[in-house]
C-alpha cells in the first residue's frame, strides 16, 4: 500500500516510528514521475503483532531508516512461507510476534507458523531481524532475513510527521464495496496527458476526472460519492451558516485542481491487489485548492489503523478554474 510509483521513481529511505502503542511509516518520493508525494501510515500495534515490547531510553521510542524494497520483499518471502497453511487454519490473519522467546512463540501459535521481529546487531551493523518459523509434517522450516537501518534519534520523527494542510474544499467518500475503479481509469488516462484536472462536488456526490487537448476533452464521471462534511470547508446545504467564508462555501461546496497524472496514479496504488481492498474500510478522496490531493484510507478493522498520500497539485487562476 505503501508504493510510490513505478521503475521510474526514486523513493527516500521510509523512516519508521516504534513506540509501546504504535507502528508509524512516512515515506516520501524523491524524483522521478511521484516526486513530491508523500505518504504516512499508522498501525496500532496490538493488532499487528500477538505479543510486542518496544523498550528504548528514549521514552520508549525507536525511530530508523530502512530500505522500503528490501522490507518489502522480506515481508513477502517470510508470509509466503506459510501462507496456504494459515488459509487452512482457522486464523484468518498473519501476525508478527515480536518476541525473541521460542517458548513463549510455541505457546502462542502451537504447530502454527510464527514470524519473530527484532532489532538486533549482525556483524557490528544495526538491522531490523525477521525469522520465520514453520512447523510442519515434512518438519520445521527458518528463514531469517537481517536488513540493515539507521538509527535515529526519536526527536527526528517531527522532520517526518504528515504535511500541514488547509481544511479540505471537497471530501469525498467511495463506497465501502471498493468497486470504484479510479486506478484503473488513471492508469489510461495517464497515457493521455502529463496532467489532468480533478473537479469535486460536495452537493451531487459527483468526482469528475478530465484531459484537456486541442479541439477535444475526455472526461469521466463517477457520481453517488458521500460527502463527508466533518472538518471540511464546505457546510451542509441545511445548515446555517455562522459567516461570509461559511455562506460562500454552501454556494461552492466544490472544487477543482491540477494536477499530474501519474502522481496522482501512485495514490491508487493500494486498488492494485484485490487482497489488499478487502482489508480497507473505507477511503476518501480530499481536495484543498491550489494546495494538496488527499487520499486518506482507513484500513478494516477500523482500529487497525490508517494509511495517508499527500500529492502536490499545480496552480490554477479563477479563471481557470471556472472553465
Not at 58 to 69: G, K, S, Y
Not at 160 to 180: A, C, K, N, T, Y
Not at 212 to 239: H, M, Q, V
Request: aromatic letters at 6%.
Amino acid at each position: 500500500a505503501l508504493s510510490l510509483g513505478g521503475g521510474g521513481s526514486a523513493v527516500h529511505a521510509p523512516v519508521i516510528y516504534l513506540d509501546p502503542e504504535h507502528v508509524r511509516i512516512a515515506v516520501r518520493s524523491g524524483r522521478g514521475d511521484a516526486e513530491g508525494i508523500a505518504c504516512f501510515a499508522e498501525l496500532l500495534s496490538e493488532k499487528i503483532f500477538l505479543e510486542h515490547r518496544i523498550e528504548s531510553a528514549a521514552e520508549d521510542q525507536i525511530v530508523f531508516e530502512i530500505d522500503l524494497h528490501m522490507f518489502k520483499t522480506a515481508l513477502q518471502s517470510v508470509l509466503e512461507l506459510y501462507s496456504s497453511r494459515m488459509q487452512n487454519s482457522n486464523h484468518g490473519s498473519v501476525a508478527l510476534h515480536n518476541s525473541s522467546s521460542a517458548a513463549s512463540n510455541e505457546h502462542a501459535c502451537g504447530a502454527l507458523s510464527v514470524v519473530v521481529m527484532k532489532l538486533a546487531k549482525r556483524s557490528g551493523l544495526p538491522c531490523l531481524c525477521l525469522e520465520a518459523r514453520q512447523n510442519g509434517g515434512y518438519g520445521q522450516m527458518d528463514q531469517n532475513h537481517a536488513l540493515p537501518i539507521k538509527v535515529m534519534r526519536s526527536s527526528e520523527m517531527q522532520f517526518h510527521l504528515p504535511p500541514q494542510i488547509s481544511m479540505p474544499d471537497v471530501q469525498l467518500e467511495f463506497p465501502p464495496d471498493g468497486r470504484v475503479p479510479i486506478k484503473v481509469i488513471l492508469e489510461r488516462l495517464k497515457n493521455l496527458k502529463a496532467q489532468l484536472y480533478v473537479d469535486g462536488s460536495m452537493a451531487s456526490g459527483e468526482l469528475v476526472f478530465r484531459v484537456e487537448g486541442e479541439g477535444s476533452s475526455i472526461r469521466t464521471f463517477y457520481n453517488k460519492l458521500i460527502p463527508r462534511w466533518e472538518d471540511c470547508k464546505a457546510t451542509p446545504p441545511n445548515s446555517s451558516p455562522t459567516n461570509v467564508s461559511q455562506t460562500d462555501s454552501i454556494h461552492n461546496g466544490r472544487c477543482t485542481v491540477k494536477v499530474d497524472s501519474k502522481k496522482l496514479y501512485s495514490c491508487f496504488q493500494w486498488q492494485s491487489s484485490s487482497g489488499m481492498t478487502r482489508h480497507v474500510k473505507s477511503a476518501v478522496l480530499c481536495m484543498a485548492e491550489n494546495e494538496m490531493v488527499v487520499m486518506h484510507v482507513l484500513l478494516n478493522p477500523e482500529d487497525l489503523g490508517f494509511f495517508t498520500y499527500y500529492c502536490p497539485v499545480h496552480f490554477l487562476s479563477g479563471d481557470a478554474m471556472d472553465d
